[in-house]
């Protein structure tokens, strides 16, 4: 049986393919929320951690772009503020997104992370955010 991944020409090594960027496993979870968002629920993606130049980086900045908020806002028929993030198989948290994660749980406001979309649909379940007739 081969190794998966791509040989490497000169040492013949096997290298591994880096783990799929967080984007495909934002589209899934997006996917099932406009699928499957439950009445009275809305949703928005907050696009603070994309590629962008220098002059674009500080106009957000200086319109109140603040770092480290997570990549999925959900807001409940009840007046709650739920927040996601996703991250790339095997990353954590950086120090920005702690201090978020770290601020919405002592002020009561849901925060919850994940790097799997399995775990991610149920944290979504578990809001009460997607109907729970979608199976993981």
Same mark, same amino acid.
């Given at each position: 049986m081969r190794a998966a991944g791509q040989h490497d020409l000169f040492t013949r090594r096997v290298r591994k393919p880096p783990p799929a960027p967080e984007f495909h496993l934002q589209i899934l979870v997006a996917d099932?929320?406009?699928?499957? $968002? =439950?009445?009275?629920?809305?949703?928005?993606?907050?696009? #603070?951690?994309?590629?962008?130049?220098?002059?674009?980086?500080?106009?957000?900045?200086?319109?109140?772009?603040n770092r480290g908020w997570a990549?999925?806002?959900l807001l409940s028929p009840g007046a709650? %503020?739920?927040?996601?993030?996703l991250k790339r198989r095997g990353e954590k948290l950086s120090e920005d997104q702690e201090d978020f994660a770290n601020f919405? $749980? %002592?002020?009561?406001?849901?925060?919850?992370?994940?790097d799997n979309f399995?775990? #991610? $649909?149920?944290? $979504?379940?578990?809001?009460?955010?997607?109907? =729970? %007739?979608?199976?993981?």
């Open positions: 099932v929320l406009r699928r499957w $968002l =439950s009445p009275g629920w809305r949703f928005s993606h907050f696009p #603070a951690g994309e590629l962008r130049n220098k002059v674009t980086a500080a106009r957000l900045q200086r319109m109140g772009l990549d999925l806002v709650i %503020a739920h927040f996601l993030e919405c $749980l %002592a002020h009561g406001y849901p925060f919850e992370w994940t399995d775990v #991610a $649909l149920g944290i $979504l379940k578990r809001w009460g955010a997607v109907r =729970s %007739a979608i199976r993981a």
